[in-house]
DNA sequence: TAGTGGTCTAGACCACTAC
DNA sequence: TAGTGGTCTAGACCACTAA
């Protein structure tokens, strides 16, 4: 079911990507938008919530809404689904289990996934690609109780995240990246053919599930020029917007 | 004046990064939560929805809030200035002026700034220093329109952000960063002190006013190790999306 | 089934902006 | 000064979770 908020946030979106509203315009008032849309002005604030924590609309008190960016945002639930977010932007993924080996956690795994240091632990190596081109090395450390359901994917697995929500109901909820650039290595080099020591963007991210629990964590090493990361904030704080965690 | 729900929001907050509400423990309920603070329950949920944001807690729908981190949000959420940055983490900002000069914009310059092109503005090459030790090398592109201001300020100016804020009421609201890596040019190297052709993590980033009017825009290049960028999302909202180049 | 968060309403007052 | 967004209230109903 789309909700009242949901409708709304989507038609501004669309008016707002569409051009009817350009950059540096302003907004309906929100008392227009509740008499326009047959709703209170609750319900047309949390759709503008939504709108402003993409930032696609900024706002002040007693000024009206403005439009900062006519750029459509990249959906949410493609955030951590390389594939998903392959597709909707238009390219084709692919990927490759390179190596795949049950272990013991070390300290920092164990801290990060919650487990006891030396509980068993599935590492994965996977490259990814893009339209056929590698882009992206992931050296992916998985907590044991989600490790058989894991090996038992496809080494060509093109969405381990579809996949994983299919066969175990597993929803990547919540994700905390950390974002560096170091330079490739042998491994690096070869699989994602660029020269030893060349730059990489790494982000280093934990993923749990919607009751934060820790499912994987992992390092991935992007090749440059393939993937850009992009970030819009703003100083001000900030939204209602909430949609169920699915 | 704090309002009721910040200072709703900043008991909370405090309670998780105190450890008294531990990772994977609920919050009270939305009604309890009321109840305690003598306030309704929609100015409860405007707290919780910070805390959201900040990707401290989780929210599913028919059962409480789970906390997701006790570390306090470092997040890119909250566009933040290097100077204020620095000193939230404990830091000493420094800065230097190693070049300024005015020029015009060329094309893409202009349509960052939303100036017409060939309109003048005013280049500033400027190094960044935390605790005294070199970490950033900025190259500003400012907008014509405050381009003096900029020149009036002293060349070891701490906080441009600040300083501009204080002469001339200007605030810093929105940004838009775009997040890669690039192996350091001889500028870069003499300056930060690494080894040319070493990974540079490379920040591109326009920033506005609270009316959407662009003020600079800057390629930023942090040296690894003495920055880490986080981002902290989930399925509910986020501030991160993936771009592909070109 | 009881409790919880998600949605929505119909008001009110205040701080701030734009004119 | 009129209009706008920010804050807050006191309800109501629904979808979902957990026992």
Same sequence: chains 1, 2.
Avoid: K
């Avoid at 789309?2 to 946030?9: L, S």
């Avoid at 696609?56 to 998903?84: D, K, M």
């Avoid at 590698?134 to 697995?157: F, K, M, N, Q, S």
């Amino acid at each position: 079911m789309t909700r009242r908020h949901q409708q709304i946030a989507e038609a501004l979106r669309r008016a707002i990507t569409d051009g009817d509203l350009p950059v540096g315009g302003t907004l309906p008032s929100e008392t227009e938008l509740a008499a326009a849309h047959g709703v209170s002005r609750g319900t047309v604030r949390q759709a503008l919530a939504a709108l402003l924590a993409e930032g696609l609309i900024g706002s002040r008190q007693g000024a009206r809404h403005i439009v900062l960016s006519t750029a459509p945002s990249q959906s949410f639930t493609e955030l951590r689904s390389f594939a998903q977010w392959a597709r909707a932007g238009g390219h084709s993924p692919g990927g490759r289990v390179l190596e795949s080996a049950r272990g013991a956690a070390d300290r920092g795994e164990a801290a990060l996934l919650q487990l006891a240091p030396g509980a068993g632990v599935l590492r994965v190596l996977r490259l990814r690609t893009l339209d056929g081109a590698p882009v992206l090395l992931e050296r992916t450390v998985y907590a044991d109780w989600i490790a058989e359901a894991v090996e038992a994917l496809p080494a060509d697995c093109e969405s381990v995240t579809q996949a994983l929500l299919d066969s175990h109901g597993l929803v990547f909820a919540h994700g905390e990246h950390h974002l560096d650039a170091v330079a490739a290595g042998t491994a690096d080099a070869r699989e994602l053919r660029v020269r030893r020591g060349s730059p990489l963007l790494r982000v280093r991210r934990t993923t749990t599930t919607a009751e934060g629990r820790p499912v994987e964590t992992s390092d991935d090493r992007y090749r440059p020029g393939a993937v850009v990361f992009t970030v819009r904030n703003s100083t001000q704080a900030n939204p209602l917007a909430r949609t169920p965690a699915g």
